[in-house]
């Protein structure tokens, strides 16, 4: 029954090409690419781009998403705290998030009926290069936690990844690979998921802006994965997970955002609709 789940990195930086500072960020994401003085060294751990912030965030599940999925994993809004942070290097790119859902609130909400459980989720995600090619091996694994209910889910994915920036400044990384997930009621393969992260960055009224997009689709998902981790009936094998951003960043230090999440047969709810409006203000460390 996870809410969240997402992956961000800038786009890849060809070692021996300058570049100008750059920001964007994916449902909280920011980074900076600096300008690059020097052509970097094969293998070098030097990182050719890195950021980090911590943020607030609160997440307003829409009337209808909390009407539809009453009496099948409940939604309730809800504010997060975010550490965030990610790095390239010559030969591949990490990213990774940690998020503490209703930190104030005891580990089982009584006051909810546990809607509004302390709640822990976290990702981590890489491009390892192939060679010069824009190509990469992916992976990525994400750990969610509902400590009130004792419940946990762990997606488990590596494949193949692509890499590009167009002249106009837009990024694009798509992958698709084999799943798997260790959950309660369900452990082993379970599909395949494609999907991507996408940015661009604008100005506008002598403002800096971003707009991105993460985008996850499940397919072929096991049968039994899908009649254990959802309430009220079987899902579907097909499965959709995203968000779509806009980003302010007013001042290197700080960069607020507005985000449209949206998901279906995911988040514990079989066969519904989910949408909701993320509000972030993120302080940038790096």
Known sequence: MTTR??????????????????????LGATFATPLLAAPA??????????????????????NGTEARTASNAAKSD???????????????????????ENPTNDQFD???GGKDNFRTAGKLTSHIYLGDSPLSIYAHLYDFRDYGFESREQDQVLGLG??????NGLWFKPFIGAARVQSDGYTGMNGYMAGWVAGYDF?????????????????GRDDEYLE????????GSVGTNGALSLWWHPSDLITTGIQYRYS?????????????MIYSVKLNLL
């Open 162 to 167: 692509y890499l590009t920036t167009f002249d």
């Open 5 to 26: 789940t997402r992956s961000c990195t800038p786009s890849r930086t060809l070692p021996l090409i300058p570049l100008g500072a750059g920001v964007a960020g994916i």
């Open 78 to 100: 809800f504010m997060f705290l975010e550490i965030e942070g990610g790095a390239g290097f010559s030969w591949g790119e990490f990213y990774g998030f940690f998020d503490f």
């Open 264 to 276: 279906e047969n995911k988040l514990g709810t079989p066969n519904d609709y989910q949408n909701a």
């Open 228 to 235: 254990q981790n959802y309430v009220g009936a079987s899902a």
């Open 110 to 112: 009584e006051s909810s």
């Open 203 to 219: 100005t506008a009224l002598n403002q800096n802006f971003s707009v991105t997009n993460w985008h996850e689709q499940t397919f």
């Open 41 to 62: 060294q094969p293998n070098s751990l030097n990182p050719l781009w890195s950021f980090a912030n911590v943020s607030v965030n609160y997440l307003d599940w829409s």
